[in-house]
């Protein structure tokens, strides 16, 4: 890591939100030489310098829409992660203007500059709404991937990927704060659906694979994160059995209530589709999803199969879902409740 980023003057989009903010604390790690938060967010910046004393960070406001803005942020860079994004789905699904505005213009806004600029490496964020969307957000989000893998048909000096994954444990917007707060208060607590499931992972764990990544992409690929599964109402039931009492409530006395399927949501989630899977090889922690764009213009790797995986292998209605007892585990380990 420190081969990669050390004395490198990086820019992260959308530093002040949960995964952008866990960046920029990773990177600070590795000794760079700056590194420029660009956010929009005026109050995320001053709560960021509170929490984070450090004399490389340069706090750029702006947003990915505007392509001037854009373009002078990026100046002199050497890599860039791509962390800002609309990414509530209700939210997309009601403006969905703004969500093409954000996640698709501003993505592309982002990656011109970077081809202009020579920069070294573009980390794109991504989800696994993405695949298969149904929604607006994960339509969005689908193409910000298809512009970042697919910039270095033809020439281009820098090295492009995305990293693709599902829910991040205790991030901004994640349902463990609603649960908590819904605790505190007494209830209910609210629930789509018993049957939804979901990928998760931790926010350390979830960056320090990002980072990985930019170390491992060579042109195009989309590294796709290795996930536990659990089920929503399993986690809502687990906090309320270990937070209730904790609140001044008996666990028996807060109910659950079914409120149901959002706009724009899946019960399941899946982080690859049937068609990827023939350029897809299998590390311990991920898999790498190789650009078939790319190899059909002779500037890819070869790609044959090489996992014996099945889609459904790798979708939450299809996989083993966390016991009570391991989620009980994970969130005290994890230091959330």
Not at 114 to 125: L, P, S, V
Not at 233 to 238: C, G, N, W
Not at 273 to 294: P, Q
């Amino acid at each position: 890591m420190k081969s990669i980023f050390e004395g490198k003057d990086i820019l992260v989009t959308g530093g002040c939100g949960s995964i952008g903010f866990e960046i920029v604390k990773q990177l600070l790690k590795y000794n760079p030489e700056r590194v420029r938060v660009f956010d929009n967010n005026e109050d995320g910046h001053f709560r960021m310098n509170q929490e984070i004393k450090s004399d490389r960070i340069r706090n750029l406001i702006g947003d990915i829409r505007d392509r001037e803005r854009v373009k002078r942020a990026m100046n002199g860079v050497d890599i860039v992660f791509h962390a800002a994004a609309l990414k509530h789905v209700p939210f997309c699904e009601y403006n969905p203007f703004e969500a093409v505005s954000t996640n698709v213009i501003g993505t592309k806004n982002l990656v011109d500059a970077a081809i202009n600029e020579q920069i070294e490496r573009f980390i794109g964020i991504s989800t696994d709404k993405a695949v298969n969307p149904i929604n607006t957000m994960g339509a969005t989000k689908l193409l910000s991937e298809k512009i970042i893998t697919n910039a270095p048909v033809g020439f281009s000096k820098t090295i492009f990927c995305c990293v693709r994954f599902g829910n991040v444990l205790d991030s901004n917007g994640s349902v463990i704060p609603i649960f908590k707060k819904q605790i505190k208060e007494g209830g209910p607590v609210t629930i789509t659906s018993d049957k939804m499931t979901r990928f998760f992972m931790d926010m350390p764990e979830a960056v320090n694979l990002v980072l990985k990544a930019a170390k491992l992409a060579e042109s195009g690929e989309t590294f796709i994160l290795k996930m536990k599964t659990l089920k929503i109402k399993d986690l809502a039931e687990v906090m309320v059995e270990e937070l209730a009492s904790k609140q001044g409530h008996k666990p028996k006395d807060i109910k659950f209530k079914t409120i149901g399927v959002r706009p724009g949501e899946k019960i399941s989630e899946a982080l690859m589709t049937k068609e990827e899977l023939g350029f897809v090889s299998e590390l311990d922690d991920m898999f790498i999803l190789y650009n078939s764009i790319l190899s059909a213009y002779g500037s890819g790797k070869d790609l044959k199969r090489k996992t014996d995986l099945d889609h459904h292998d790798y979708d939450t209605g299809y996989q083993p879902l966390l016991s009570k007892k391991d989620i009980k585990k994970i969130l005290y380990d994890k230091k959330i409740i």
